[in-house]
T-cell receptor, first 114, second 112 residues
Framework: DAGITQSPRHKVTETGTPVTLRCHQT?????MYWYRQDPGHGLRLIHYSYGVKDTDKGEVSDGYSVSRSKTEDFLLTLESATSSQTSVYFC?????????????FGPGTRLTVL | QQQVKQSPQSLIVQKGGISIINCAYENTAFDYFPWYQQFPGKGPALLIAIRPDVSEKKEGRFTISFNKSAKQFSLHIMDSQPGDSATYFC???????????FGQGTTLQVKP
């Protein structure tokens, strides 16, 4: 499972409430990613990090912010949750193996915004 | 140009048959093409991946066929088993960024 945990695993919240999702890795990998999964869209990249305090936007970053204050933790924050952010959120890490940079995913967080 | 288009959306195959899922891309800068398998309630799991310098890669019952000129690649599952029933995603990335662009997914059902 590549040593990735996500918390919480499930969350129900109200519109307008701030929400923070946590991704924790145990293997000290440099790159970490946040994706959201919605029916008919596959997975879409929200933000990613290439080191402590180094982050960049993905294809669906509006309404989300991230922080990485230490190598093992990558936080995703919804400053003011909206119903359109109801989704399953996956964290991933990147592992360099020879000529391949493989991504491994965590178990996901199911977020419902009412 | 960043899209990856996947088909079919769903697929039903008899046990022992061959499952084929296709993907097409536009961005010629993509240089890494993985396939992921996802079971309900779980995260996607890397199944097999290929680079465009080879036309085929096989791991067990799973084979990726890659056609660089057509900008298409496909996953073949030989001797499909009920345990292969899952959702499959193709993806593509430019390897130095690691940002994966996913297809829409294919739900495979293998009937016993």
């Amino acid at each position: 499972d590549a040593g990735i945990t996500q918390s919480p695993r499930h969350k129900v919240t109200e519109t307008g409430t701030p929400v923070t999702l946590r991704c924790h890795q145990t293997e000290n990998h440099r790159y970490m990613y946040w994706y959201r999964q919605d029916p008919g869209h596959g997975l879409r990249l929200i933000h990613y990090s290439y080191g402590v305090k180094d982050t960049d936007k993905g294809e669906v970053s509006d309404g989300y912010s991230v922080s990485r204050s230490k190598t093992e933790d990558f936080l995703l924050t919804l400053e003011s949750a909206t119903s359109s952010q109801t989704s399953v959120y996956f964290c991933a890490i990147r592992v360099e193996r020879g000529s391949y940079n493989e991504q491994f995913f965590g178990p996901g967080t199911r977020l419902t915004v009412l | 140009q960043q899209q990856v288009k996947q088909s079919p959306q769903s697929l039903i195959v008899q046990k022992g048959g061959i499952s084929i899922i296709n993907c097409a891309y536009e961005n010629t800068a993509f240089d890494y093409f993985p396939w992921y398998q996802q079971f309900p309630g779980k995260g996607p799991a890397l199944l097999i991946a290929i680079r465009p310098d080879v036309s085929e890669k096989k791991e067990g019952r799973f084979t990726i066929s890659f056609n660089k000129s057509a900008k298409q690649f496909s996953l073949h599952i030989m001797d499909s088993q009920p345990g292969d029933s899952a959702t499959y995603f193709c993806a593509a990335s430019i390897s130095n960024t690691g940002k994966l662009i996913f297809g829409q997914g294919t739900t495979l059902q293998v009937k016993p």
